[in-house]
């Protein structure tokens, strides 16, 4: 992956000056249960971190592994897969294909030298709106004291770990 | 070059349409921000803000837009998808251009209403925003495929939804199968003496129909059964029913009831499960007697012929000709064809031993509601007298509300009926008994048609109602057969102890304790209580997430009798509307293999959960039957050469959206 791919169009999302830097999440939620979830958050009028870009798939099982990479290179500090519960997949088991997926994409993601707890899988199912806040509330603040993905000095990234250990 | 500028269609003319939703969008997010911005993002030509885009004058916006700009594209940004994504495709087909050629953005349910920070949640919608223009420019012209619906319907659970819903059906000409668990039909409503607010008897309302559904040509009747199965989708649903066996024949039995007088055991000595174990059967019964259908059955935990082989079967001999008794019967596995399926499993009640201070199965006198309802029944294990199990008539008895309701500890929510089941005891002990009654509530629940009136009357008629929560129940008097309540009054404002005779519980509703195996097994979703989830709690109170699965009656939410025949009444019109439309529509977001990419590596075939991907040997490539593909797409994200391809869901559109929602303009 270029170098500079992890480096490119960063920001702030509110528009302000550089040292407001918000975390960019891209999450992929299933239609059945998670993406149902977030609007069930919305209706209920539940407030979560605006950090949270959903795009939306049919099935967890449909989240290709290079979605999730090709996210990390365009400036995603985090990605979110949101699929139902094991057992509850509208398709009966694509939320398993999407787990095993999940867990290589996580061992990619170390070789590559990108910290695992940006990658998140949950199982959110339709009723859960609280959890969909949680959850979301709880990765961005994660991500946050992360940092933004690529970052060019290594010795800033050391503090930051044991900031926040 | 960035993929958003190679559309499969030339340059696309995009138009895109910001809905304030009132103040639901406007109120948090600048929508004519959002508007300026999106007149600049690439290929897009017209760009509008207005008011609600979903009334008519919003769609007509669409459609005329189409054709005075040549629009080739539409990007609507409002509220989810999957409330109004249909009505803009619509509109996009009524200007002119395929459906599909349309996206539909998310910035009310997933900003404007979950953010406070009005620039964020802005900047957010923004992004939004561009990832759909991104994906719009590479949408392609899509067919619904067409499904035929198979005219016939499943019911599930036989109270008084699944009967109303059945013979709504049959009385259209539908055929059904109603498949009950238990040996009757009836559920509930079939336990109960007077039904609240009109305090008509239940039987008599209840009675002619269980009898109509047994008799009507249109429904098949299974009770005793259950569905083990559940294959297909909208239209085409097979179903799999075990038939438990009640070693009676059914079609052969006439319900004389011969049998049981006959049977060895001269007295009913086994617990009767229909009393909740307050009467007595035998072996050989029948739940009650105008259980439907007529047909007894024999229960081989107890029956001595099961149990040692050695029974004289004077049971079989006052059969006699008829035959009827069947030892060796066994169960039944029945495979049925349906196109809509309503499931209509009711509730259960509320276990008061998990509240360990009101004494329930330690205190002799302390009753259920449900087991009061079988004591005030004529036809109950008492002959309608309410007396002690030590036979004493109760010269006062308590009644306690919201038992497992509106408790942090148990359930949260209010079960809606026991405020008035509890009135409706109320009144039918002290009609029988001459009791002093006192009601022990938090509030008063009666917000249904003559509640408030009934609730008034029984006041009259002298009940005594006792504002406060029963903190303990405790045994006194000299045999400690009395029992005291305790509760801070809340309208006096001190402490009471009340002693009593008998205590009610009224306990409230819960979900089926199977509802979660249930609910896998029709692949829908439950409320976070556990009752099954209806598609919309306004617009879509019958409809599931599954197409083609309708809820009635209390399995969606404690409901009482009138709500749950209205809600049976519009789940068997919505199967109607589905049947007599003949056909359904699908979604064509199908799975389709692109041949000449296909490396035929297999890896695809076993992970269809469908078995739709087969391998065609002469070209050694995979193919796709688009009418068992349900568009998953997992077959799609394992391709290692990229030749499979699902519609509306193409890799290109999904990388679009990810390049949109990340890329800052
Ligand atoms: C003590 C008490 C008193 C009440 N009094 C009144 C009153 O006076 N007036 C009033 O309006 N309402 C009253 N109600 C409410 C009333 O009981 C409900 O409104 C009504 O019973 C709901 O009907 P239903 O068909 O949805 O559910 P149910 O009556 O629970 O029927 C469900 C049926 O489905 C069957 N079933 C369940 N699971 C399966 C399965 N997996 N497969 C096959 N079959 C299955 C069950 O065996 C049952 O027969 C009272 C409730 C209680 C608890
Ligand atoms: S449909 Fe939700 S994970 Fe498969």
Known sequence: MPEEAFGHQRGSTSGAGSDSWQPRIVAFFCNWCTYTAADLAGTSRMKYAPNVRVIRVMCSGRVDPQFVLDAFARGADGVLIGGCHPGDCHYMEGNYKCLRRFLLLRRVMKELGIEEERLRLEWISASEGEKVRAVINEMTEVIRRLGPLHREVPAEREAVEVAAS | MSMRDVSPNGTPRIGVYICHCGTNIAGTVDVHALREYAARLPHVVVARDYKYMCSDPGQALIREDIRAHNLTRIVVASCSPLLHEHTFRKATAEGGLNPFYFQMVNIREHASWVHEDKEAATEKAKDLIRAAVFRVTLHRPLERRQVPIHPDVLVVGGGIAGIHAALTLANAGKHVYLVEREPTIGGHMAKFDKTFPTLDCAACILTPKMTAVKAHPNITLWTYSEVVRVDGYVGNYKVTVKRKPRYVKEDVCVGCLECIEACVYKDARFPDEF??????????????PQATPQVVLIDPETCIEFKSGRCK?????????????????????????????????????????RIPYYGYGVYPNVYTALEVERLVNSAGPTGGEVVLRNGRKPESVAIIHCVGSRDENTNRYCSRVCCMYAIKLAHLIKERTGAEVYNFYIDIRAPGKAFEEFYNRVQEEGVHFIRGKVADIYPSGAEGDQLVVQVEDTLLG??????????????????????EEVRRMFNISCSSEGFFLERHPKLAPVNTFTDGIFLAGACQGPKDIPDTVAQAGAAAAEALALIDAGYVELEPNTAYVVEEACSGCKTCIPLCPYNAISFLEEKKKATINEVLCKGCGACVAACPSASIKQNLFEDEMIFAEIEGVLAHA
């Open chain 2, 275 to 288: 009393n909740l174990g307050l009467g007595k059967r035998k072996p050989i019964y029948i739940p009650f």
């Open chain 2, 313 to 353: 079967k004077t049971c079989v001999e006052a059969c006699g000709e008829r035959r009827a008794i069947d030892f060796n019967q066994k169960e039944e596995i029945k495979e049925i064809q349906v196109g809509t399926i309503i499931l209509a499993t009711g509730f259960k009640t509320f276990d008061p031993r």
């Open chain 2, 494 to 515: 001190k402490v009471r102890k009340i002693p009593v005779d008998m205590v009610v519980l009224a306990v409230g509703l819960e979900p089926q304790p199977d509802a």
